[in-house]
């Protein structure tokens, strides 16, 4: 038996253009990409393939082939017991699934000493998940670099609402916008926040058509103290803000958590 635990960092999109949609149906995405120092907790067996889920997020998580982790180890070709603990929200916009996927496939490279899998097959979102850095992520999710972003202190938030991503890309009206525009040269965390303020999320408006009550965190997060941008995740419904300091985070949450305690409210380091 071999024995190994990774981790599985909530993924964040601060800026999401939508470029295009392939003959196939596949969207063309531009994203910047980062990861928080937060996420899902995954224990992997070599052994009879089993899957356990654990955690505060736990009620709703398919225990069986329906989880991409079950899925990104039938890929692989190999049997593992898998315990999952899920501390992330589903259906979120912060790609608990793809990082648990991805989180699974790392641990079975470490057990099984190969990566010859193909990725992309899993989704759009495994393949950056792999890397677990700040990245640009284009294409329907191939085409990868890293960033040298620096840290970025934030609020994740999200109102305890699910959109399912297929709804959010059908109410999409425009397909085929801008990319990201150059990245700032600079490691200067002010350059950055004006960079991603001037980028967008194609996702944001439809998702608010779908679930309102992202555009009601939005506006809660803008009306926070210290707070330098706050913008939707994905396809939602997790929102995030951004603040120049660890400490102003941890405030704002506290203030935020004080005025909505039924809303999951996180303070991270996106890097």
Known sequence: MTDVTVFAPAKVNLALHVT????????????????????DHIALRSGPMALSVTGPKAAGVPVDS???????ATLFGEEVAITLEKNLPHAA????????AAAVLNGM??????????????????????????ARMSGIGENLSAVPAPVMPAL?????????????????????NSPLQEMPASSDLSDWYDWIARQRNDLEPPAIAAQPPIGQVLEHLRDLPDVRLARMSGSGATCFALFDTPEQAASAGRALAHAHPDWWIRGVSLS
């Not at 149906?25 to 990861?35: A, I, N, P």
């Not at 999200?158 to 085929?176: I, R």
């Open 20 to 39: 295009g949609q392939r003959s196939d149906g596949y969207h063309l995405l531009d994203s910047l990409v980062m990861f928080a120092d937060f996420g």
């Open 66 to 72: 329906k989880n991409l982790c079950w899925r990104a």
């Open 93 to 100: 916009g912060i790609g608990g699934g793809s990082s648990d």
């Open 109 to 134: 490279a470490q057990i099984f000493g190969r990566r010859d899998v193909d990725v992309l097959a899993l989704g759009a979102d495994v393949p950056v998940c792999q890397m677990a850095q700040a």
């Open 156 to 176: 994740l938030v999200n109102p305890g609402v699910e959109v399912p991503t297929p709804a959010v890309f059908k109410g999409l009206q425009q397909k085929h």
